[in-house]
Every structure is written in structure tokens, then in C-alpha cells.
């Protein structure tokens, strides 16, 4: 589950009563055409990165025979280097689309943009660049550890930190039916593909770290029921708040920082390099996924919503008991027995993790504290009254309806 750390962290202070802004394409589920399997339909562009390589992506690669030349348009992503902005890069909204859809052509693709994209060099090149740019950007807020450290101590502290606000107690607490639904838009840039970028770590593994990943990863998978995989799980979770629970549908829709939540393990997962720095951030999770898994189970109950729309946390809270002590002293200590050249990955990895998240967290609940969306306002908003969906059914109905 992606964001679990936030469970750790102190309650925040007791908020007035707040007007959520919500964007007018977050309304009741309706099927859109062009998702699979040709994957999610393009997003629009958000600055010449993204835009340049939106426009590369609808050509043919140099393997398709469109050639590679200095005048083709692949060739032209080599003169947009990104810019190097420190910890701004989180919020860079190009930066962030731009590399989210590098990394997508890994996952599922993009409609009609043809598969041999996926490994073109000057995608990877490209890709590259915006990589840099994010590793620097994560520096700039949790510097990568570089000396021997005692991994395990370093990520029970960070587990029981109890510093900054925290989203799922402000959901349990007095969230309304427009903020979950805001929340799930966001979170579904993970949980629909839920587990995968951390499965890419498995061939990368080896004894007992690599049988703890397995272990973690069957249960992410429903141990081979697809009704149980948590990916789908999520997207039920979608359908019974009125969300439209196909694969990329709010990509328009999802800031900056929110992609880079997903960017960060994606990264960590497809660069071998990284792997000690994805076992640290998939520990962190496991770690701390229980508490606040509860707490937005008990939002979804106490808004109305039935047993379909929480058995996704509701798992989680199940599971992840057990999934913390795995990943703690089966995966990390597997790994570090096997490469204790690795320890110190192992805490970076956590460490950005909590950066990321923390800066996720803050977006969010400054932007309802504030009175706004805390998504991207791609169409006409309209503004609700947050309390509507303080209550029981009948206003969870009200709350959908007033952004049908």
C-alpha cells in the first residue's frame, strides 16, 4: 500500500469546517474505451518535456524503420535536458509526467503508441536525464545515505517516528466523502498496479530475502486469486465511492507530487543498482501500514460506505501484521547477511520514501485546509460543502451527486 507511513506520524490539530473544490471529471464510474490492453489513453502534456516526448510516442521508433537521424524527433529529446531544481523537482509537474510515462511504457503502455518505444535509446536516454533529475531532487530532502549504518535500528526509529500531520488520521477523524474520493483518485496511480514495481526486485535477490519478497509479494497478488489481488481490491474500492476504477482514467488529473510518489519505486525497481533502496522502501511499508489502514477503514464506515468499499484496507490491516516482521528480519536481514554492502541503500531508500510521502501528505491537507482540490484542475470545479459526507448514507449520496 502505498503511503502507509503517514499511520506513524501525530494527528494533525483540529481543522475548521472546509469547502473541497472538486475537478467536474471526477464523477460517477463510466468505461472508457481505450484502456486495455493497448494500455491508458495519453494525458495532456504539461511543459516541453512531456510534450516532447508525447510527440515522439505517436511516431514509429527507429526499429519500425522511421530512422534515428539527428533530424527525427527521438533524436530531439537529447536537446531538452531537464532542469535541475533541487527539491522543487517534486512538484515539477512536466518532470514528474514526463518520467511517469517513461516508466509507463514498462508497465501496461499507452494507447497507441507502438511497444518497441519501451527500449528505444533515446527514450532511455531521455528517461535517464529526468532520473537525474529526480535523484536530485530526493537529495535535496533526505540526502542517500553513504556510510555503514545499522539498517534494521535505522528503520525501526523511522517506524516509530510520530513527527508531522497525518492523512489517515484526519480521515478517521473528520475526512468527508469528497476528500476519500480525492484520496483514492490520487492513490490510484499505485494501487492499480499495486506490488509491481517491487516485484522487479525478485530476480535481483537471492536466499532469504529473496523467498520474504515472494512471501510479501503472493499476498499483494491474492496468492493467485484475482479477485484478491489487491489491485483489485482497490478498484472496488473505487467503483463503491463512484469512481471510474479503470487504469490511468486521472492521470490528468494527478499532480506533481503524487506521480512522484510512484516514480520514486519505479525508479528504484527497474535499475538493479537500487535494490537494496527498494527492500528499504518496501520494509518501511509493511512496517507501517496497519495503523492506518484501520483508520481509513474506519472513514469509509463511518461515511456510509459498506464492506466492498474497505475490504482493500481491510486486508491490509490482516496482512501487513505479519508482512512487517517478514520484510524486517527475513527480507532486510536476508539481503544485508547476503550484501552488507547494501545496508546503507536500505535506509536511503526508506528515507526517500518518508520524504516523498511527507510531501505528499502536506500538498493535500494544506490544499483542503486551504478550501481547494488538492488535484489538478484540468475542467470546471465545482465547490462542495465538505460536511455533506460527514454522515450516513443518505449523505454520501448527496456528496456523489453534487459532482454528477
Known sequence: MLGPILGKEAMPAQRGSMTTHIPAPLQMARPRANSAPGGPRRPEGRGDLSEALLEVLTGRPAGSGSGAGRGSPAHRLSAIPPDGQGEDGLHDEDLQLALYLCYELHYRGLAGVDPEWEWDPEVIRFRSGLERALEAALASVAERTARAVDAKAELLAMAGSGSGPSLSGHMAERGTLAEMRELAVHRSAYQLKEADPHTWAIPRLSG?????????QSD????????????VLFADTMRELGLDPTYGAYLDQIPAITLATVNLVSMLGLHRRWRGALVGHLALFEMTSVGPMGR???????LGLGIRARRFYDAHVLADAHHEQVALHQMVDGLIEAEPDLAADVVTGARWLTAVEGAFTAHVLDSWSGGRSSLRMTGPARPIDARCGAGGGSRREAAISSVA
Open 296 to 302: 481509513y477503514s474506519l472513514a469509509l464506515e463511518r
Open 208 to 216: 532469504r530475502a529473496k523467498a520474504a519478497m515472494v512471501e510479501i
Open 220 to 231: 499483494e497478488y491474492g496468492e493467485g486469486r484475482e479477485a484478491e489481488m489487491h489491485s
